[in-house]
């Protein structure tokens, strides 16, 4: 399953992305499906691109199906066939190399799923998909879920260009789009400049006049796991007004000092 453009579960999404078709071979039972130009239904919930293709849209899981379909007008199709090729080469029968060439001549001329297909693309290690994720995260013309998604997707691979630009999100973006580049700051492998930058980010942000702002900077503080932290959260404690985020706050303290919340 990969990363769909829903805001709200977008970084829950992402990990499943990163995490692969973990549900094995697709079920034969009979499925509900969505509506043309998405695979996932109305209750946000999403099929593998594998049953989609092959139950919903009737195309076979052959490496010669599967590279036509990249020329579907339908872009769930594309997306779902350029998963499938990426992260199934034991379906296809096609090596990484082959994959790549297929891929790397769709991506040259989408214009509608190239942020999911470049991330097809680093996964197989192709460059391309690299940099345009790059050219992505720094364009402040582009969706910006998708700007810190593309971020983080080179973050976890150890590529922190895009912090910067993330970083700006957090601090001058809507509150929706700063809470998602909140909550992937932890993941950025930082250098102790950049980790002190963070560091002040996120504790200015408990004091932030959202309370999900709030409740989202201290779960990134207890991901980052540094201790002087503690003070910060024992003051926006203090000081908290909402009752959830208060809670929230308390358990990643007591997480953050190595207590049972």
């Known amino acids: 399953m990969r990363l769909r453009k829903n805001v709200v579960y977008l970084m829950v999404l992402f990990l499943l992305v990163l995490a692969g078709w973990a549900q094995g071979p697709p079920s034969l039972k009979t499925v509900t499906c969505p509506a043309s130009g998405t695979r996932c239904g109305y209750d946000g919930g999403c099929m593998s691109s594998a049953a989609f293709l092959e139950q919903c849209r009737h195309i076979p899981l052959t490496a010669a199906a599967l590279k036509a379909a990249l020329d579907n007008p339908d872009p769930a199709i594309r997306d779902s066939a350029a998963d499938v090729l990426a992260y199934h080469t ?32 680093m996964h197989l290690g192709v460059p391309s998909g690299t940099s345009a994720l790059q050219q992505m995260c720094e364009d402040n013309n582009w969706i910006t879920a998708q700007r810190i998604n593309a971020g983080l997707a080179l973050a976890q691979t150890g590529d922190d260009r895009c912090l910067n630009a993330v970083l700006a999100i957090a601090m001058s973006g809507n509150d929706e789009d700063r809470m998602v ?9 930082h250098s102790p400049e950049q980790k002190q930058t963070i560091f002040t980010v996120l504790t200015r942000a408990l004091n932030d006049r959202d309370a999900f702002i709030r409740y989202t900077a201290g779960l990134a503080l ?4 540094n201790l002087d932290a503690v003070p910060f959260l024992e003051k926006a404690i203090a000081a908290e007004q909402d009752r959830n985020t208060k809670a929230a706050l308390e358990a990643d303290l007591h997480r953050l000092r190595g207590e049972q919340p």
């Open 90 to 121: 034991e379906i296809t029968g096609l090596s990484a190399d082959q994959t790549a060439t297929i891929l790397l001549a769709a991506f040259k001329r989408e214009k509608q799923i190239r942020f999911e297909m470049a991330l097809d693309l």
């Open 181 to 189: 580049a909140l909550s992937s700051l932890p993941d950025y492998k």
């Open 222 to 225: 207890f991901r980052v796991g």
